[in-house]
């Protein structure tokens, strides 16, 4: 049975259980929260060192082969251009779609999130490199480690072979035992979505973010199932661009249901290696950059709730636009250190930034929180899915495989 299906059938009991379970019951919802939390610390158990060791094999076959520049200049001038169309089309769509206002509260802020740009530079060179091991939010500091051994051991292949060899090992140890947990989670996912079906629930019994709600669904139709399938088609030159939106299934419905990055990236692995074809050392590179700094779908949903809020309070000044815009598309590459609630973070910052009676109105959508950051981690992992699969192809890393061998 493929992969999606073990998943597919383990959302609808998971539906089928929130339906029935009494939502009022505090038993039942602490235990749900208890093994929903429970079961997505198992399934970040291993990106850290998934990554890592991967990264030193990958890096140092790339510098074999030629490579590493290629597949850097493809993979951020991918996660550019992505940030920068994603920013644009969400502030074009609510903008053309006139949503229906909000009702105002007077709720106060007891907590304002923020972006600690200083604290994300200071974690990537902690005062032991190792310490970089132990920090399983912000990847972005075991990534460079990793990078350097990989690029050093390539240097004098003879004295460092052992540790190539050490760190070849571990990545297919580790790539072996997250598929294991990738085929558990089928099961667990039933706790997970029955946890996310309460809360959507209760936020879309409100009936104020249904249209909302409608227009990133329609944003998701129209980038992923349109325009991401059109430039593989013509960059790729692949005749059957939706063969990768058909490999993605099961990491876009836990991306859906998890909103967060982290935990979905060894799914995402796995499902570029096993369906898409694309190498390890493509994949060990491009992945977890990609779930780093390619947060335009966060950028997307944080500008359409900023514009929404805006609408609720007065008319908008198109010159206020641009400031929407490059806060949204700008602070986006920032946001790897929160690999879940980004968008939200990111709108909070937003309302601070503007001023003007806006520092607080973040609030409004406060109840809709699960809704942001599923659409957010939604577009997010499509991005890093179908750009992963571009700069393979461009670097030829890719092991063409019929569809019906997809996992």
Not at 27 to 35: H, I, K, P, W
Not at 241 to 268: K, Q, W
Not at 290 to 309: D, N, P, Q, W, Y
Request: net charge positive.
């Amino acid at each position: 049975m493929k992969v999606w299906m073990k998943y597919l059938i383990g959302i609808i009991i998971g539906v089928i259980a929130a339906l029935i379970l009494p939502i009022g019951a505090i038993n039942e919802s602490s235990l749900l929260t208890f093994l929903s939390d429970l079961f997505i610390r198992i399934g970040r158990y291993l990106v850290v060192p998934l990554v890592f060791c991967t990264l030193i094999v990958s890096i140092n076959k790339l510098r074999m082969a030629n490579l590493v520049f290629k597949t850097f200049v493809w993979t951020f001038g991918i996660i550019i251009v992505s940030s920068f169309l994603l920013t644009i089309l969400g502030l074009f769509s609510v903008s053309i779609v006139k949503l229906p206002r909000i009702p105002i509260t007077v709720d106060v802020a007891t907590e304002v999130s923020s972006i600690d740009i200083k604290g994300l530079f200071f974690s990537l060179f902690p005062i032991s490199a190792f310490n970089t091991l132990g920090e399983g939010s912000f990847l972005l500091a075991a990534y460079l480690f990793a990078f350097m051994i990989g690029w050093a051991a390539y240097s004098d292949q003879n004295t460092f072979k052992p540790i190539y060899n050490l760190a070849d090992s571990f990545s297919q140890l580790f790539y072996k035992i997250s598929a294991f947990i990738t085929e558990l989670m089928a099961v667990f996912v039933i706790a997970i979505m029955c946890y996310w079906t309460i809360t959507f629930r209760s936020a879309f019994s409100m009936g104020i973010y249904s249209q909302m709600i409608a227009l990133f669904t329609v944003d998701f139709v129209i980038i992923v199932g349109l325009i991401y399938p059109i430039i593989v088609r013509y960059v790729c030159r692949e005749p059957h661009p939706y063969r990768v939106l058909y490999a993605s299934i099961t990491p876009l419905i836990m991306s859906f249901i998890t909103g967060d990055e982290n935990f979905v990236l060894p799914i995402a692995i796995r499902h570029g290696k096993e369906s898409l074809g694309i190498k390890r050392r493509s994949a060990g590179v491009t992945m977890p950059l990609f779930s780093i700094f390619a947060r335009g779908g966060s950028a997307l949903v944080a500008s359409v709730c900023f514009i929404l809020i805006w609408r609720s309070y007065s008319s908008i000044p198109f010159d206020d636009l641009s400031f929407v815009f490059f806060i949204s598309f700008g602070l986006s590459f920032f946001l790897g250190g929160i690999p879940s609630g980004g968008a939200f973070v990111l709108l909070t910052i937003l309302c601070q930034k503007y001023g003007k009676g806006f520092e607080t109105s973040f609030l409004l959508l406060k109840p809709a929180f699960v809704i942001i950051c599923s659409f957010s981690s939604l577009f997010d992992v499509a991005t890093a899915i179908f750009g992963s699969y571009i700069v393979a192809e461009k670097t030829k890393l890719t092991e063409r495989k019929q569809i019906f061998r997809f996992i």
